[in-house]
């Protein structure tokens, strides 16, 4: 009888236990960290391979000679990005586990359990500074977004021509490079809707895969802004519980 009893009471400091860790989980947190991680690795991933697309596309249907090393030209800029894309794929990686890391300190459980002394005199200034950083994040992120729509709008104007052959026939309408920057203008390279190569690149694998995989980057960069706002939602609500004890019934589990 007193095995049982005991057997009960152990289940039972288990089963509080476990209720205890989970509620000092941070699940806003959780959320806005696994929808910045799988932002960054949509954006990284398809724009570094949409990037290098472009780089094959360029070659082989427009004819665009890689300049010297120590030219500026269009494929210096792409691998500009790349390395960029690098550092971004790096940062938010370092950045996603200290947003986790300051969500699990300011929850309530981690409160009661070192004392609202501790918390407050180091969590405010963490989450003051958080906050900053966080919004200056989702700024950076919402211009990233803005410029990846840019070779979205570029490719489907290209890849709306080629699903439209029969309609453009006759018509002689040219892409011109020159037109979106990518040449100077004493460069002349274009591809022609009743030259061989349009018809080739149409047919291609690359220009539609470069363009949905434009399309997917657009997608990350767009989920790493709505992680941000949410970042910065969970931080503010999270330092006006460190900061305002009346507020912390509200925010004590984000």
């Known amino acids: 009888m007193e095995e049982n009893m005991e057997e009960g009471q152990t289940q039972k400091g288990c089963f509080e236990c476990c209720i205890k860790?989970?509620?000092?989980?941070?699940?806003a947190s959780l959320i806005a960290t696994i929808l910045l991680y799988a932002g960054v690795a949509l954006f990284c991933g398809c724009g570094h391979e949409a990037l290098s697309g472009t780089v094959t596309i360029l070659q082989n249907y427009f004819e665009v000679v890689r300049g010297p090393l120590d030219s500026l030209d269009v494929f210096t800029m792409i691998?500009?990005?790349?390395?960029?894309?690098?550092?971004?794929?790096?940062?938010?990686?370092?950045?996603?586990?200290?947003?986790?890391?300051?969500?699990?300190?300011?929850?309530?459980?981690i409160r009661d359990l070192y004392g609202d002394f501790k918390i407050t005199t180091c969590g405010r200034c963490v989450?003051?500074?958080f906050i900053m950083l966080t919004y200056i994040f989702m700024l950076a992120w919402l211009g990233v977004t803005a410029f990846t729509s840019l070779p979205v709008f570029m490719y489907f104007n290209i890849w709306t021509m080629c699903q439209n052959i029969t309609a453009v026939e006759g018509a002689n309408l040219c892409l011109d490079l020159r037109?979106?920057?990518?040449?100077?203008?004493?460069?002349?390279?274009?591809?022609?809707?009743?030259?061989?190569?349009f018809l080739k690149m149409c047919e291609s694998n690359e220009l539609d895969l470069t363009f949905h995989l434009f399309i997917?980057?657009?997608?990350?960069?767009g989920a790493a802004v709505i992680a941000m706002v949410m970042g910065v939602s969970v931080l503010i609500c999270n330092f006006a519980t460190v900061k305002a004890h009346s507020l912390g019934k509200y925010c004590t589990r984000f």
């Open 127 to 129: 989450s003051a500074w």
């Open 79 to 109: 691998d500009i990005f790349k390395y960029v894309i690098y550092g971004v794929a790096a940062a938010f990686f370092v950045y996603g586990i200290l947003l986790m890391v300051e969500g699990f300190f300011t929850t309530g459980a």
């Open 21 to 27: 860790c989970l509620g000092g989980i941070p699940y």
């Open 216 to 221: 997917c980057a657009l997608a990350g960069a």
């Open 179 to 197: 037109q979106f920057g990518i040449i100077t203008m004493g460069e002349e390279k274009k591809v022609c809707t009743g030259s061989d190569k």
